[in-house]
């Protein structure tokens, strides 16, 4: 898709002068505003349009932003719906499908993240006592656990009360009757499972670049 001006080597304060003298009058924007932060907007958008940035183009989509979704239009000539829903499609149409999954893939990478932290805080403050290892926190018995062998885990009931087995390849293991503690285990499991499919896909890509450049003797 073509824009209506360039994406570089082109004056902010030239090409967008009568946007931001606009919006100067503004009681919303202001002098201050034109001053210092007008052209650092602009600049921004550019570049978002030049990179496909959705994430940081999403930003264009809220109707109170009048300012960014005027100077968007003005970069890529493609009008903004007046509603958030329908300005995100057309968003997300311009920047393609491969920017809004990476996109959606580092949100839902971040919640992970972030949610295996808050576990972390909780398993540590918990201390178990083990006839193997002595006193340890929770968080460090499991990953001792984990190292041994101790990879798979499913769910048991006793009674009325829901219990997590973490067993390893001859059927041993150990009872866990915290939800937190499955949590952690099973996001820990999938970190550990993750980390071993990228060295794989890794090595793979190593076996496959020795295939097309064949060493010569």
């Given at each position: 898709m073509t824009t209506n001006l360039p994406l570089s080597n082109q004056s902010v304060s030239t090409a967008f002068a009568a946007i931001i003298e606009k919006y100067r009058r503004e009681r919303a924007y202001g002098e201050q505003w034109a001053t210092n932060h007008a052209e650092k907007i602009i600049e921004g958008i550019r570049q978002a349009c030049a990179a496909k940035d959705y994430a940081y183009l999403r930003t264009v989509c809220y109707p109170d932003e009048a300012f960014m979704r005027e100077v968007f239009t003005s970069i890529?000539?493609?009008?903004?719906?007046?509603t958030w829903r329908e300005s995100k499609r057309v968003v997300?149409?311009?920047?393609?499908?491969?920017?809004?999954?990476?996109?959606?893939?580092?949100?839902?990478?971040?919640?992970?993240?972030?949610?295996?932290?808050?576990?972390?805080r909780q398993v540590a403050v918990q201390q178990v006592n083990t006839p193997q290892y002595g006193t340890l926190t929770m968080d460090a018995f499991i990953r001792k656990l984990v190292a041994e062998g101790y990879t798979t885990i499913s769910e048991q009931k006793r009674g009325v009360a829901t219990e997590w087995f973490l067993w390893n390849a001859q059927h041993s293991g150990y009872t866990f009757r915290r939800r937190m503690e499955r949590d952690y285990i099973v996001a820990l499991l999938e970190q550990q499972q993750a980390a071993a499919q990228e060295e794989s896909d890794g090595r793979e890509q190593q076996e496959g670049e020795k295939n097309c450049f064949p060493s010569h003797q």
């Amino acid at each position: 898709m073509t824009t209506n001006l360039p994406l570089s080597n082109q004056s902010v304060s030239t090409a967008f002068a009568a946007i931001i003298e606009k919006y100067r009058r503004e009681r919303a924007y202001g002098e201050q505003w034109a001053t210092n932060h007008a052209e650092k907007i602009i600049e921004g958008i550019r570049q978002a349009c030049a990179a496909k940035d959705y994430a940081y183009l999403r930003t264009v989509c809220y109707p109170d932003e009048a300012f960014m979704r005027e100077v968007f239009t003005s970069i890529t000539g493609i009008a903004l719906h007046h509603t958030w829903r329908e300005s995100k499609r057309v968003v997300q149409e311009f920047v393609g499908p491969e920017a809004v999954a990476a996109y959606q893939q580092q949100q839902e990478d971040t919640r992970k993240r972030k949610q295996f932290e808050r576990l972390c805080r909780q398993v540590a403050v918990q201390q178990v006592n083990t006839p193997q290892y002595g006193t340890l926190t929770m968080d460090a018995f499991i990953r001792k656990l984990v190292a041994e062998g101790y990879t798979t885990i499913s769910e048991q009931k006793r009674g009325v009360a829901t219990e997590w087995f973490l067993w390893n390849a001859q059927h041993s293991g150990y009872t866990f009757r915290r939800r937190m503690e499955r949590d952690y285990i099973v996001a820990l499991l999938e970190q550990q499972q993750a980390a071993a499919q990228e060295e794989s896909d890794g090595r793979e890509q190593q076996e496959g670049e020795k295939n097309c450049f064949p060493s010569h003797q």
